[in-house]
């Protein structure tokens, strides 16, 4: 279960530090897409959302928000299957939860807390193939 201590304390650039490390370990694989135009990289991903009100392991697709002003780090899932607006954080910023990249399986984990998550969350994204 997800405690408090799930919730790490890290500035804005470490986490997009710990963005780009996991965008640089997955560079070539098939289901990283890059549009520089937009400013985006789209990614097919398992998503593993863990929190004390609910959990669920879902397929869906990613996109990592980059060099985009404002939004510069901003991470957005599809909705798919249960994984749904109504019952999870389908948007994450840097400035609002942390991230950290994962190197034993060079996963991304977003954390966070939130009343409609019922405290601590944590959100881990695994690269998969499209």
Do not use: C
Not at 7 to 35: C, R
Not at 63 to 70: K, L, N, S, T
Not at 95 to 111: E, G, H, N, V
Request: hydrophobic share 35%; no cysteine; charged share 25%.
């Amino acid at each position: 279960m997800i405690g408090r201590s799930a919730v790490p304390k890290q500035s804005y650039i470490e986490s997009i530090n710990q963005m780009n490390t996991f965008i640089s370990a997955w560079k070539g694989h098939p289901g990283l897409v890059g549009d520089v135009q937009l400013g985006q990289t789209i990614i097919s991903t398992i998503v593993e959302y863990e929190a004390k009100r609910r959990s669920i392991k879902e397929r869906t697709r990613v996109v990592i928000h980059r060099y985009a002003g404002p939004d510069d780090g901003k991470i957005s899932l599809d909705e798919r299957g249960k994984l749904v607006v109504e019952k999870y954080h389908l948007d994450f910023h840097p400035r609002w939860q942390a991230y950290s990249f994962i190197p034993a399986d060079k996963s991304l984990r977003i954390t966070g807390e939130s009343d409609k998550m019922g405290g601590a969350y944590a959100v881990n994204l695994t690269p998969t193939s499209p």
